[in-house]
Nanobody
């Protein structure tokens, strides 16, 4: 079965940095676009960033653009989210997702999801 396992979450002060990783298994990683979403308690899951199969194109939510960077290493079946200049509002569970046919900002476009890793930013 397909598994996406996130790691790298934790507690960080505002202005700090954190790098999340998501390692996939059970799928041909290189043919999937990958995305990061986040969800805070009581809120809807929202799009954060996405990257194409070849890593040539990236997309970011306006709220993180200029601060976060998504990247991937297909040889390691891993997608990363480098998070800089973190804000209190970034506090959420961060979830990675894989899309076989299409990708974008909609949850419905993704086929597989990880369990998430908690990121807490103190103000």
């Amino acid at each position: 079965q397909v598994q996406l396992v996130e790691s790298g979450g934790g507690l960080v002060q505002a202005g700090g940095s954190l790098r999340l990783s998501c390692t996939a298994s059970g799928l041909i990683f290189s043919i999937y676009a990958m995305g990061w979403f986040r969800q805070a308690p009581g809120k809807e899951r929202e799009f954060v960033a996405a990257i194409t199969r070849s890593a040539g194109i990236t997309d970011y939510a306006d709220s993180v653009k200029g601060r976060f960077t998504i990247s991937r290493d297909n040889a390691k079946n891993t997608v990363y989210l480098q998070m800089n200049s973190l804000k209190f509002e970034d506090t959420a569970v961060y979830i990675c997702a894989a899309a076989r046919l299409r990708s974008g900002r909609r949850r419905e476009e993704y086929d597989y999801w990880g369990q998430g890793t908690q990121v807490t930013v103190s103000s």
